[in-house]
């Protein structure tokens, strides 16, 4: 079982039993990330929100995480969420089973994996580039994407 963050309110936004991956819209690592989602997710179990849009910000909000400085993906459903590796896993548990031996990685102590993840999550920009602003969804994903009613 993942350790998670829990809420005394169900999030915003999602429904019951919802998943939403929070992504850096403006991070190329982060939208590679994405695409190996829509990719690999063909079940759609996962929704996704950057956390520059509106939907992205009001469960950051929620979270209590950050609005404006954001360095780590975050999973929500629910009254949870999780942050860093964490978060990785648990959206590996949700694609195909193919998948499922990167959770194998779960073996290193959180610690561990989250000192790794930072490292890479703190470097991104250098070391993968960032785009000047949020790139849009393709029309055939955009419904992968949460947005709010109008």
Not at 29 to 37: A, E, H
Not at 38 to 49: E, G
């Amino acid at each position: 079982m993942s350790a998670s963050h829990t809420r005394p309110s169900p999030a915003p936004l999602l429904k019951p039993g919802e998943t939403v991956v929070l992504f850096d819209g403006v991070c190329k690592l982060c939208n590679g990330w994405v695409s190996f989602l829509i990719r690999n997710d063909r079940q759609r179990h996962v929704r996704l929100a950057a956390v520059q849009s509106h939907e992205g910000q009001a469960l950051l909000a929620w979270a209590g995480l950050p609005l404006d400085q954001f360095d780590t993906m975050a999973v929500i459903r629910d009254r949870h969420y999780w942050e860093r590796s964490e978060a990785f896993f648990e959206v590996i548990a949700r694609l195909p089973a193919r998948w499922r031996p990167v959770s194998l990685l779960r073996i290193f102590p959180r610690k561990l994996r989250d000192w790794a993840y930072d490292r890479i999550a703190l470097n991104r920009y250098r070391l993968f580039g960032k785009y000047d602003t949020c790139l849009l969804p393709d029309p055939d994903h955009e419904q992968r994407f949460l947005k709010t009613p109008l």
